[in-house]
């Protein structure tokens, strides 16, 4: 009996994928991160973050901020237009579904008024 039960846990383990520990997803987060970070140093690494100028650092830098982007002063990286731009034209188009409901017109509706003298062909004199 023994040697069953191993088998069948050991095909539920085969059949099972890995899950993944919310440690092990926050590590995944972090080497991220750190790679981003160290990318970002690689490409501007000597310059100052502000203005992106190699003679000084950002504690010295009087100069207005420079976007990363288009290095352009005026805005920075994350709300720079081109940046923006492109990220909207990439971004697909949201889908929209029929709605079962009929669409309501902006004034309610109007019903047609039907006299009791038509119907009986006699003429009603207002009051």
Do not use: W
Request: glycine share 4%; aromatic share 4%; hydrophobic share 30%.
């Amino acid at each position: 009996m023994g040697g069953r039960r191993r088998a069948r846990c050991l095909a539920k383990r085969q059949a099972d994928p890995p899950r993944q520990s919310p440690k092990d997803s926050l590590r995944l987060r972090e080497c991220a991160r750190a790679a981003a970070v160290q990318a970002f140093k690689m490409h501007f690494g000597n310059c100052c973050f502000r203005c992106l100028a190699s003679r000084q650092k950002a504690f010295e830098c009087r100069d207005p901020a420079i976007c990363y982007t288009c290095r352009k002063t005026g805005h920075l990286e994350r709300s720079c237009p081109v940046r923006l731009a492109k990220a909207k034209a990439k971004a697909p188009a949201p889908a929209r579904l029929a709605s079962a409901a009929p669409q309501r017109s902006s004034s309610p509706p109007t019903l047609p008024l039907i006299s009791n003298s038509s119907a009986t062909g006699q003429s009603v004199s207002p009051p």
